[in-house]
């Protein structure tokens, strides 16, 4: 990678294994991940064909995380999600196309998440007749905003959370899933080029299509109903664990209300066929109506009981300790905690409703974590005294109080070895003890990442040109002002210029340490630049080197090359 990569934000995944030096961590299975084992079975890998009213219906489970359903037509077939990769799109069409071949005349994506759509550029590169491809109308938003400004900390955080840079013997599963697939091929996500709000009904190569917006695990979600086939897919607002009401990689809030009357909405259809995007089929209007019940009712009651306890005043961490399941319907096996948690879910849903103050006035404006540790630790007679209370807390295997005790030492600049070691002992202790993936995963990753047995160094770079094509320039320039370092700071109202071929313009100015993205008509330019889009989107990526492009005549410059390339250095 030249020294211009300005940008290198596209899913890079930023863990990698290393083969040298480290000391090997042995991770201890444990009898509290018994039950996480057994739940694997979920997801063997196999393509389940179903008879149902209205014809054939092919369900892929086990590839990557997502299933992806095939469902056949007369002289053609449409996909619901693609699953999380290039790569699994390819294995699990090539068993699809065995059941049979006929073209894919449409691709229906239930959400935006990457599971679900980033297998589809298989598909449109496998046939001359491009099939359609459809979503609600906010998917093409959320995937711009997760690919764009967000991309570093929500890949960082996914990598943990998915434990996709654990060694393999390590990762039980996901979840809701086997493992996750997305660094194994480029990203395909291909953007809808049909799209709706509230409800669409399609007829394609003959099958009856009725299509919902459902908002629930995902904003821009939505259901399929096909009326022949008495089936419903239902994307992630339903699988067989306890939903993510909150996901620890990080989103804003999910609409948990929503969530609960979309549910109540595919009810309604009474489904005798139930293909949910992770975990199995549920067969039978009956176990459908009940699963659906118990699931909502879930929500609900976390929902509700939160909003009482809130009501009255207590603090989230308060609430937290005061609500479980109902008895009756806790050891449903839709309820277990293998994705979300009741916990994380009360915080997040206090947080949706009132953000992130708590209301205690203690908490508004706090001492810094770095402060609150010096008086800590003279609380605990300096630092030398703190780090015996945090190797008695391991002894005793009190974890958690040995991670907030190492926290407090990191603040202080104390992070000798022996502190390290503690805290990678206490982050084992509890990941391999903890049922939920999500937190197994994430307490794993972090004691090798601190370990040094996993790099944050780039792995695998998986922006193509295809994908650019796919990414619009808007997102591309959004996540430049997000790039902007204001210690680069020098000239104020400094105004950079673009015309692209495709007769669209863009500027950039800087002033009061911001980088102001406008699309005005461009005037009162220090530097103006003519080129095509996408020569533009591979230097910001880093596929190509701006001094090249200009060398070759590619990307015209009117006024100084020298200080072009230094503007773009203040975005690295
Ligand atoms: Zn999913």
């Known amino acids: 990678m030249h020294k211009y990569l300005i940008l290198s934000f596209l899913l890079i995944f930023v863990f990698a294994c290393s083969d040298s030096k480290q000391t090997i961590i042995d991770i201890p299975i444990t009898s509290d991940v018994e039950d996480l084992i057994e739940h694997s079975k979920e997801f063997d890998q196999q393509v389940l064909t179903f008879d149902t009213p209205g014809g054939k219906v092919h369900f892929a489970i086990g590839f990557g995380i997502a299933n992806s359903i095939m469902v056949e ?37 239930t959400h935006n998440h990457g599971d679900h759509t980033f297998g589809a550029s298989y598909y449109v590169n496998l046939q001359n007749e491009k099939p359609q491809i459809i979503a609600h109308e906010d998917t093409d938003y959320y995937v ?5 400004i967000l991309n570093p900390i929500i890949t960082s955080r996914s990598t943990k959370m998915f434990g996709t840079a654990l060694p393999e013997k390590d990762l039980i599963n996901v979840g809701i899933g086997p493992s996750l697939s997305v660094s194994k091929s480029p990203t395909g996500y291909i953007k809808p ?12 190569a003959g099958i ?6 459902a908002p629930g695990e995902t904003n821009d979600q939505i259901f399929v109903w096909l009326p022949e086939h008495k089936s419903l897919m239902p994307g992630d607002n339903i699988y067989k664990t306890f939903p993510n009401l909150y996901t620890i990689r990080g989103t804003t809030h999910r609409d948990v209300k929503g969530w609960i009357d979309s549910i109540d909405h595919m009810k309604s259809f009474s489904p005798s066929f139930l293909f949910p995007s992770h975990t199995k089929p549920i067969i039978g209007v009956d176990k459908i109506q009940s699963a659906l019940n118990t699931y909502r009712d879930a929500i609900q009651f976390i929902h509700d009981q939160t909003i009482r306890l809130m009501n009255q005043g207590l603090y989230p961490d308060e609430i937290v300790e005061m609500i479980s399941l109902p008895k009756h319907i806790a050891d449903s096996p839709y309820l277990y905690e293998f994705y979300g948690t009741v916990r994380w879910s009360v915080k997040s849903i206090f947080n949706g409703y009132l953000g992130w103050f708590s209301g205690n006035p203690s908490e508004l404006d706090p001492l810094s974590r770095k402060e ?7 609380l605990a007679g300096g ?3 703190l780090l015996d209370q945090l190797k008695v807390a391991v002894e005793n295997n009190d974890m958690q109080w040995a991670l ?3 926290d407090h030492l990191i603040a202080l600049d104390y992070f000798i070895d022996e502190v390290k070691d503690l805290r990678i002992d206490a982050l084992i202790y509890e990941g391999s003890r903890s049922s939920n993936p999500n937190k197994r995963n994430y307490f794993l990753s972090s004691a090798l990442e601190l370990n040094g047995s996993i790099l944050d160094t780039p792995l695998t770079d998986r922006t193509s040109e295809e994908l650019l094509q796919n990414i619009s320039i808007d997102t591309l320039f959004d996540v430049l002002s997000s790039r902007y370092n204001p210690i680069n700071h020098t000239d104020d109202n400094f105004k950079v210029c673009f015309n692209f071929s495709s007769s669209k313009s863009k500027s950039i100015t800087l002033r009061n340490q911001v980088a102001v993205v406008s699309d005005d008509i461009v005037q009162n330019c220090n530097i103006k630049i003519l080129t095509e889009e996408l020569e533009f989107k591979k230097i910001l990526v880093g596929i190509s080197n ?3 492009l200009i060398a070759s005549g590619s990307m015209g410059v009117d006024g100084s090359t020298t200080e072009f390339l230094q503007f773009l250095a203040k975005f690295r």
């Open 372 to 378: 609150k540790a010096i008086r800590i630790s003279r």
């Open 383 to 385: 630092n030398d005294k």
């Open 193 to 204: 080029n049909l799209t709706f709000k509230d409800n669409l009904n399609l007829n394609i």
């Open 144 to 148: 711009q905003r997760i690919m764009g």
């Open 546 to 548: 701006p001094v090249s």
């Open 208 to 213: 009856e299509i009725e299509l919902f917006h």
């Open 404 to 406: 907030e005790l190492s």
């Open 73 to 109: 037509g007369d002289e053609g077939n449409i996909i619901i999600d693609t699953s999380d990769s290039v790569f699994e799109a390819e294995k699990i069409y090539t068993l699809f196309r065995k059941k049979n071949s006929n073209p894919i005349k449409a691709i229906i994506y």
